[in-house]
């Protein structure tokens, strides 16, 4: 008798143990992990996230082991060349053909936000790592996204108020005109009356537009102290490459770009930009494991260092097949509660992601080195200030965001 049902017993626990395997695998959709990196591979913000994003993604995937649960990880990539049209309907393809579970990227807020949005509707996950503007995780804000690596309000708390507090009182914006830009500058308008200066004055330009001596004279004329570039990429380095010829550089104004990355000033050289201030989530010289991701990364891409938002894709990567790996599950409401719910520390990035999908880090004012201090080609910038995460991001209780608000 016994015997009997220690028989049926093992019989019984057979049968559990093969159907929690099944659960088990059917928590995994599609039998496999899906990441879509969906960026700018081949426009005006390529050389800032781009191709770069791609072996990021590929060293997380590689890190992590290639597989999660014991399913395949597959990497899918899409173009939108910053465009908001090309942005939505990839991602759409991405999530109904590619059976994409996470979008990671995303360079260009216009882009940003009509993926995210996507992604919202289909309930999947979407982690921006290179767009900018405050509305993503503001009143724009979805339970599905995760703004992971810096806003224009960190960029106004940083290079803005720097420059103000050198005495630079006076401002006059040129600004692409888009929602980042038009956000940026009004951050960065607030932090100068905050602090006492005046802004004179703005004129926006189009976005990819090549000459932009009309806004520069206008910018001139106006006797302001400070320049403000309130766009980014190859705006940027148009703006300032222009303002060198028309002699601007020189004067007694100063020119300051309020996003710059490494990929900027390589490609406009450090006679031009030395002495500059800008803000930046992460910077690869900044301490000894930023380095050594640097260093695997650079021999993975043509010797070039990683910029704040390809280090950012890494980390938002892996962090993504973390959140799996715990929760036993690629079900978006689940990874989300946990990144969400779980401290990050990653040996790149280190904070908590907010209920409003912003992930709270320190950010870093940064200052280009004169030609003669730099080492090297990506040896490009001292970090002269580390900005507290609380003082580099929106108070909760100034959001708008729903998910905080509810």
Not at 83 to 107: C, H, P, Q, T, Y
Not at 191 to 220: C, K, M, N
């Amino acid at each position: 008798m016994n015997m009997k049902k220690t028989v049926i017993s093992q019989v019984v626990a057979a049968a559990t143990l093969a159907a929690s395997g099944q659960v088990l695998a059917q928590t995994i959709s599609d039998d496999a992990v899906r990441i879509g990196v969906l960026t700018d591979l081949s426009g005006i913000y390529s050389a800032v996230e781009g191709p770069g994003a791609v072996v990021a993604a590929e060293m997380a995937v590689a890190d992590f082991g290639g597989k999660v649960l014991g399913k395949d990880i597959i990497i899918t990539t899409a173009d939108t060349q910053s465009k908001a049209d090309l942005a939505s309907s990839k991602a759409r393809e991405m999530f109904e053909r590619d059976k994409v579970d996470m979008i990671v990227g995303n360079v260009s807020t216009a882009s940003a936000l009509a993926a995210m949005e996507v992604a919202d509707q289909m309930k999947k996950v979407a982690l921006v790592t290179g767009a900018a503007s405050l509305p993503i995780t503001n009143e724009r804000c979805n339970p599905y996204t995760v703004h992971w690596v810096y806003d224009t309000y960190a960029l106004a708390h940083g290079t803005g108020k720097a420059v103000v507090e050198t005495g630079k009182k006076t401002w006059f914006f040129v600004t692409a005109d888009y929602a980042f830009g038009h956000t940026l500058q009004r951050d960065t308008s607030e932090v100068v009356l905050a602090s006492g200066g005046e802004v004179l004055g703005s004129v926006a330009h189009p976005i990819r537009t090549t000459d932009f001596a009309s806004y520069l004279f206008q910018a001139q004329s106006s006797g302001s102290q400070v320049i403000a570039l309130a766009n980014a990429g190859g705006d940027t380095i148009g703006s300032i490459k222009q303002a060198a010829e028309l002699g601007i550089m020189g004067s007694d104004q100063t020119v300051v770009p309020l996003l710059m990355f490494i990929s900027d000033i390589q490609a406009l050289g450090l006679r031009e930009t030395q002495g500059m201030n800008f803000t930046v989530g992460w910077y690869w010289d900044f301490n000894e494991s930023n380095r050594k991701f640097a260093e695997r990364f650079m021999e993975k891409f043509k010797g070039t260092a990683p910029t704040s938002v390809q280090a950012g894709v890494y980390s938002a990567t892996l962090n993504y097949l973390k959140a799996i790996e715990s929760t036993k599950t690629d079900d978006s409401d689940a990874v989300m509660k946990y990144l969400k719910s779980t401290p990050i520390d990653d040996g790149l990035f280190k904070g908590v992601i907010r209920p409003d999908g912003k992930f709270e880090h320190d950010m870093y004012l940064l200052q280009v080195k004169a030609p003669k201090e730099s080492k090297s080609r990506n040896d490009i910038a001292s970090v002269v200030r580390v900005i507290p995460a609380d003082q580099a991001t929106l108070p909760l209780s100034q959001s708008q965001c729903k998910l905080v608000k509810g």
